[in-house]
């Protein structure tokens, strides 16, 4: 199986940037559709982005759209979420998961890997 650990969250700023990354080891990243989901208080876990195998195609949640980024490393092993524009919403943990399927990637029945996931917080 693959291993997920997530990095990279922090407290910051509303309207401030965060890189969040996602290591995996045990299987190459090369062989996975991987994905960024989050989870906030009192909230069920959504859909934030999702990557193809090689980067060719990505998908975006409406509430990130233009704001994130998601991007991948396969020589490193490691997917990456780029957060701008920040608001006290986007407050979550935040999750990397990998899938073997580009069908439906929002959904999260389609991974079957998942980290630990990384405490971002937005103040206002």
């Known amino acids: 199986q693959v291993r997920l650990v997530e990095s990279g969250g922090g407290l910051v700023q509303a309207g401030g940037s965060l890189r969040l990354s996602c290591g995996a080891s045990?299987?190459?990243?090369?062989?996975?559709?991987m994905g960024w989901f989050r989870q906030a208080p009192g909230k069920e876990r959504e859909f934030v982005a999702a990557?193809?195998?090689?980067?060719?195609?990505?998908v975006y949640a409406d509430s990130v759209k233009g704001r994130f980024t998601i991007s991948r490393d396969n020589a490193k092993n490691t997917l990456y979420l780029q957060m701008s524009s920040l608001k006290p919403e986007d407050t979550a943990i935040y999750y990397c998961?990998?899938?073997?399927?580009?069908?439906?990637?929002?959904?999260?029945?389609?991974?079957?890997?998942w980290g630990q996931g990384t405490q971002v917080t937005v103040s206002s």
């Open positions: 998961a990998a899938g073997s399927t580009w069908v439906l990637p929002t959904r999260q029945s389609r991974y079957d890997f």
């Open positions: 045990g299987r190459t990243l090369s062989s996975y559709v």
């Open positions: 990557i193809s195998w090689t980067g060719g195609s990505a």
